[in-house]
């Protein structure tokens, strides 16, 4: 019987990107869709292999820790999920892998080998990569490996070694029918584990109800790529799943759950109808929220929604291709605070030619839509995006330094922020700065102060206060 392990790796080396680390590192464990959701396909269509999930970060396992569950395990083949932000530790859980057997077969699936997948196949000891979504490709090699003479050739979005010789094979055709996928199998990793900060202390269970997005927001990876959608009936089963489990809350990792209104409308009915007492977030656009939507979220159990508000500014707005004004924001905001759903803003900084003042400004914009939570993040020109592009094409960015950074990874690599104006390190600062300013006022302190019902979120919440207070290094002139 083969052995198939799917890991997340250890968190020792992740590249800082757009939020914080010292804020955003090892903030409460959040659980891990992708490698859940390629460990239960296979599981579901070949049940006589064996097939463990483990999440690292999740369980606090070191690389130590690791080597010994494999050694205990002994996998034929382990799978390991990789974001470009954390190869660096990917790749590392490859070289302990090998050096426990160097015969145990390793394949890196995840956004990083969908950029740069002969890059990640030329890493020391990686195998195989997945292009793409993995829930079929995955299946399909690991049935090849059960074959005498396994052919890799024919399998769509693999890529593999043939003596000196690296094969991409064509890419594989997104899944059209989402119903077909089996619910992501949490039993597979210690469920417990997965509660938000924000969270109410529950143990939450995140859902994907739609992959794709048709915006073109240009800083965005998923920007217009084929969206797809569960339908009313496949969702509700999955929370109604749950809900037997005694789980009640959840979180739709969807980039847009509103895109969809009719759908929306029978989620939301069919919660009521099961009498199913729930609580869930989301994230949607601005200019995809209207109050009859809001008020059918608000009573199925909708306590907060997620908006990418990025910036109060139309001129930086236009720039990020993001499609939406700060008058739609302001209305979004206002809907949903008449209507009691609460409300979390991303905002972004360093955005090219954008001022110290503009940036500052930003704590007026959101004392005006009076959101509930915001996260500064900075803008971040991640690899192969149009932002990315286009700030090569303009030679802002004079040299390909994903390209570097992908063909050899290192743990010192610090992604560079939008040439310009402030180095990396201004802008952490200013982030903290904002973010501290935000979050220490005495209204939002003594807000969550009465919101707290247990030890354990007072104990989560304190953690995330005495970061951001940790996170301000040293005070940026204003
Ligand atoms: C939810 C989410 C999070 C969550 C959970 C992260 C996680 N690791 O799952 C949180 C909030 C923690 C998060 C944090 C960050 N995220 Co995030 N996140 C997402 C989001 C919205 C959904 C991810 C998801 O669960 N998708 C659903 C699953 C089913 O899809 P999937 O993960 O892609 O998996 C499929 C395939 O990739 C493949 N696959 C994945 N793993 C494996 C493994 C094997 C072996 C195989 C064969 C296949 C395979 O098969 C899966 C099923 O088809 C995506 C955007 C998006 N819509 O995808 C961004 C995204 C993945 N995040 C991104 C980034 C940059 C980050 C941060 C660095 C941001 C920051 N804080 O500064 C951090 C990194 C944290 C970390 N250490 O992982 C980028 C990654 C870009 C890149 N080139 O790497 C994305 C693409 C968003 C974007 N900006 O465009 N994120
Ligand atoms: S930021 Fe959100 S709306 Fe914009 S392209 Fe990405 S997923 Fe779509």
Same mark, same amino acid.
């Given at each position: ?57 999740? &369980? ?83 049935? %090849? ?84 959608? !569960? ?6 089963? %999955? ?14 990792? @969807? ?29 949607? !656009? ?31 707005? @236009? ?40 940036? #500052? ?10 959101? @509930? ?48 104006? #402030? ?9 903290? &700065?904002?973010?501290? !300013? ?41």
């Amino acid at each position: 019987m083969l052995k198939i392990l799917l890991v997340i790796p250890p968190e020792e080396s992740y590249i800082e990107a757009s939020s914080h680390q010292k804020v955003d590192k090892k903030r409460e464990a959040r659980p891990k869709l992708g490698i859940l959701y390629v460990a239960t396909y296979l599981k579901k269509h070949q049940p006589d292999v064996e097939v463990k999930v483990l999440d690292c970060p999740s &369980e606090n396992i070191n690389f130590v820790q690791y080597e010994e569950f494999v050694r205990e395990f002994n996998p034929d083949l382990v799978g390991i999920t990789a974001l470009t932000f954390t190869i660096v530790d990917a790749l590392k859980t490859v070289k302990h892998t090998k050096e426990i057997n160097p015969r145990t077969l390793v394949c890196i699936g995840g956004f990083h080998s969908t950029l740069f997948p002969q890059e990640t196949l030329k890493q020391p000891g990686v195998d195989f990569i997945v292009v793409g979504e993995g829930e079929v490709t995955f299946n399909e090699l690991v049935k %090849e490996l059960s074959v005498n003479n396994p052919e890799f050739k024919k399998i769509q979005g693999l890529g593999f070694h043939k003596g000196a010789d690296i094969i991409i094979n064509p890419q594989r055709a997104l899944v059209e029918d989402l119903n077909l996928l089996p619910f992501p199998d949490y039993h597979m990793v210690d469920i417990k584990k997965y509660a938000h900060v924000l969270g109410k202390d529950a143990v939450t269970v995140a859902i994907q109800s739609s992959r794709g997005c048709p915006f073109g927001c240009i800083f965005c990876d998923i920007r217009r790529t084929k969206f797809r959608f !569960r339908s009313a009936d496949n969702i509700v089963e %999955e929370i109604t799943y749950w809900y037997k489990e005694g789980i009640r809350s959840f979180f739709f990792i @969807d980039d847009n759950f509103v895109l969809r209104r009719d759908r929306l409308a029978d989620i939301c009915a069919q919660i009521k109808e099961r009498n199913m007492k729930i609580d869930f977030k989301i994230s949607a !656009r601005v200019d995809g929220v209207d109050r009859e939507m809001l008020i059918d979220l608000k009573n199925a159990g909708c306590s907060r929604i997620n908006f990418g508000v990025e910036s109060g500014h139309q001129k930086h707005l @236009d720039y990020l291709g993001k499609g939406i004004n700060p008058v739609q924001t302001e209305r979004a905001f206002r809907l949903c605070r008449e209507v009691g759903i609460k409300t979390f803003a991303y905002m972004m900084i360093g955005i090219l030619n954008e001022t110290r003042e503009e940036m #500052y400004a930003e704590l007026d914009f959101l004392r005006k839509i009076k959101t @509930d939570y915001t996260n500064f993040t900075v803008c971040s020109p991640y690899p192969k995006t149009k932002l990315y592009e286009k700030l090569l094409e303009d030679k802002v960015v004079k040299h390909d330094y994903w390209q570097d950074f992908a063909e050899n990874p290192t743990k010192n690599f610090v992604m560079p922020v939008v040439p310009g104006q #402030y180095t990396v390190e201004e802008l952490r600062n200013i982030q903290a &700065e904002l973010t501290r !300013r935000y979050y220490l006022s005495r209204h939002i302190i003594l807000r969550e102060l009465k919101e707290i019902k247990s030890f354990r979120q007072f104990y989560n919440m304190s953690k995330l206060g005495l970061k951001i207070l940790l996170s301000f290094k040293s005070r940026p002139h204003n």
